[in-house]
């Protein structure tokens, strides 16, 4: 295959005004314009140059004519027309929340609003949604798999989450608020923390409780540690920074089978059986994986898969994208971390029933986790969950690659629920009763924060541009244009790192626009 011009025609006023910005160092990125050329700009450096001689060829004499004549420095060459990107649909009446609902959702969750306060002045450059969701993160933490609701269709729902923190990176310092909850589970829960996941066996041994080869060589602390933390073996979780790292490795050799491990235990199946090639057969039970990361738009674009938004890996995410009105808090002159933020998590993580350890499964039962109350829920959730599946239909305009979001965020409200009402109940000390009680209430502020969740999924499409089909295109185009010779379809997708499939069809569709074309040999 090799690469033609991608201009055959003259280039549109608001393209050639964008790259001939681009071209003197001007922003663009808030110009209107063509996907295509923000997708282009974007995946480029034009402080090189190899990406711009890449950028000479791909626009061809007439592309570049077009931009030289355009003053960068100038005013816009047309009006610009605001238009609304991946809107958000409206809930339907029937589903949405009154003014009375609202007062109710307001009076639950005060731990998580604490928590919040606190960590928006610690790290006050981080977006509040931000640490809202690392509140839950810590919460479903300290509760494991020992509360669930047993749903009127039959599943059982347990509070593990799954949640990504989406920004650019430096600015909305991401890594600051993920820190502060990792300092927090430090101090209340340590042996709730599993080590970062190397190899799928490697994981699979640490879920399945399996000491370390060298844990008789370290120290007496985290051997207590450890030891503390197999008793929760498969109900711990995973704090971890640039998240589309773990999704980049996915397509490895040495990582086969991540990503699906990964997605069985959002599922918390009650055991789970693995022969691994060094430890012999793993054994997992009671699994409740939560996980809290934290990735940028440019890389997570980079990583994702054509089949990640379908399959539902990252529809088991909570995807956080920085709130609309963003805007920076005071910072605290105070460092420390509030005991009482730190005792209630610990409060909440020993009054739940303690399951058996490792050694003494095979002799005594398995924990039964508590099973909540929830009979207020089930009008709402299901008002919720029947106008969210209308806005799946097959004729509904909505991103396909959201539909999967869509399909799960009832059961993602209905775990905020849980951990909601498990944080108000241990809150009441002495008063409160033998377990917690989900109420209509906690269900409101979960949907509450469901809500701003969707809306924020929406925001990430727009954020990582146009979709993996175009971003595999441009990426084919740039390898090809950097090659002296001919690339074989095998070169091609062994060098992107790609499956067959998605660039056999991409490099059709570039064929038709007359982007590439086939050099056959004998």
Known sequence: MMAQNLLANPLPKTDAYVLARALVGLEWRDLPGSTLAHLILSHLDLTTSHDMDFL????????????????????????????????????????????????????????????????????????????????LWLAALAIGRRLYIHTPWGQRVFPNVYLMLVAVSTYYRKSAGLNLAV???????????????????????????????????????????LNRGNTFAAQRGIARDEL????????????????????????CPAHMDSNTNNRGLVVIQDAALSILGAATPAELAASLTVGDWHNGTLARFVLLTPEPDYAERSASNDSQLPQPLVSLIRQLHEALPVPPGPEALGDAPLLEPWSLTASELWEPLRAYEQALRAMTAPD??????????YGRLHIQALKTAII????????????????????????????QMAETWRASAHRLLHDLGENEETRLETRILKLLSGQ????????????????????????????QDGQVEQAFTR
């Not at 397509?251 to 997605?263: T, Y």
């Not at 002495?430 to 209509?440: D, G, H, K, L, N």
């Open 56 to 135: 000479r060829r791909l626009l061809g004499p007439v592309g570049l004519a077009g931009t030289f004549w355009v003053d960068p420095h100038g005013p816009l060459p047309e009006p610009l027309v605001k238009v609304e990107v991946n809107t958000v649909p409206d809930l339907p009446a029937s589903a949405r929340l009154t003014g009375e609902q609202l007062q109710q959702a307001a009076e639950v969750g005060q731990w998580l609003d604490a928590y919040v306060t606190w960590a928006g002045g610690a790290a006050n450059e981080t977006p509040l949604g931000f640490h809202q969701g690392a509140g």
């Open 183 to 225: 300092d927090l589970a430090r101090a209340a829960i340590p042996h709730m923390l599993l080590p970062q996941p190397g190899s799928p066996e490697a994981f699979m041994c640490m879920l399945g409780g399996v000491l370390p080869p060298n844990f008789d060589s370290l120290s007496q602390r985290d051997r207590e540690r």
């Open 420 to 447: 909601l009402a498990a944080l108000d109940w241990i809150s009441l000390g002495e008063r409160r009763q033998s377990r917690p009680v989900v109420r209509a209430a906690h269900w409101y502020r979960a949907q």
């Open 396 to 405: 509904a305009p909505l991103d396909d690659r959201l539909r999967g979001v």
């Open 484 to 511: 002296s010779g001919e690339l074989s379809v095998r070169d091609i997708y062994r060098a992107l790192r790609s499956q067959r499939k998605p660039v056999i069809e991409a490099l059709k569709a570039l064929e």
């Open 244 to 267: 589309s790292a773990l999704f980049k490795s996915f397509g490895r050799d040495f990582m086969a089978g991540m990503k699906e491990l990964i997605m069985q235990l959002y599922d």
